[in-house]
């Protein structure tokens, strides 16, 4: 039998850990965009950057805890729909297993398989109550069994990337007690974090990433805009 050269040079790329990705993207994106608002906005206001320092960690501190527990209640909810439908499967297997073979046939007619092929997989699939309820659960209902530790991981992750998000544009104001002067090096610093921020996030999804870079940057210019705008007409 004839190798090709290419056969062996084929590789397939996929998007892996996605749920880590969309936690870190859900966490930082919000992290680096409302307390920089929050910040730009005060210091439309206030010239100490000390008053600055306090809202804004304190902003930190609850925006973290409240995506935190955001991306624990929707990880909560995945693992809790998907043990109320792995009950209800088990149920009709039990119940009305000759339904439900009809439903594994017609999986298997739609993807191109004989009858007899239908009916030879079915049985086969049927014999393992188990693995004939997991294959019901991801090919009839297009369900995967989630983490277990799904929601605390998301949680602490999409906490986590907040925090780290918000003290980048909040350190200036650290350092430098004239809020204004801060203010200009938390706009450059934040602007170039959300253009690389956006970049790589564009990349590992997908979409063009000089784009999405520029699409994010512009989203955290205009709220921070318009937060400064709104102070100083207040």
């Known amino acids: 039998m004839q190798t090709h050269p290419h056969d062996h040079d084929h590789t397939e790329e996929h998007l892996k850990s996605s749920y880590l990705i969309r936690d870190i993207v859900i966490g930082m994106s919000d992290g680096l965009t409302v307390p ?3 910040a730009a906005g005060l210091s439309g206001k206030v010239p100490n950057s000390s008053i600055i320092v306090i809202a804004g960690i304190a902003e930190i501190v609850a925006g973290s805890i409240a995506m935190g527990l955001g991306g624990y209640l929707a990880g909560k909810t995945e693992n809790d729909h998907y043990d109320s439908e792995l009950k209800r499967e088990y149920q009709e297997v039990d119940r009305v297993p000759e339904i439900e073979k009809q439903e594994v046939r017609e999986f298997f007619e739609q993807i191109g398989l004989s009858k007899d092929l239908q009916l030879k997989a079915t049985e086969e699939i049927a014999k393992d109550k188990k693995q ?3 294959f019901m659960m991801k090919y009839e209902l297009g369900l995967d069994e989630p983490d277990p530790k799904r929601a605390t991981k998301s949680a602490l992750n ?3 990337s907040y925090i780290a998000g918000g003290i980048i544009p909040l350190s200036p104001y650290f350092f430098i007690d004239d809020s204004g002067k ?7 610093a934040t602007l170039i974090c959300l253009f690389v921020f956006g970049y790589f996030k564009s990349r590992i999804t997908g979409v063009h990433p000089l784009w999405g870079a520029i699409k994010v940057t512009l989203i955290g210019a205009v709220a921070a805009g318009a937060a400064f705008g709104v102070a100083k007409l207040l």
């Open 36 to 38: 920089f608002a929050l």
């Open 158 to 160: 999409i906490g986590l």
């Open 132 to 134: 004939w309820v997991d």
């Open 182 to 188: 801060a203010l200009q090096i938390s706009v450059i």
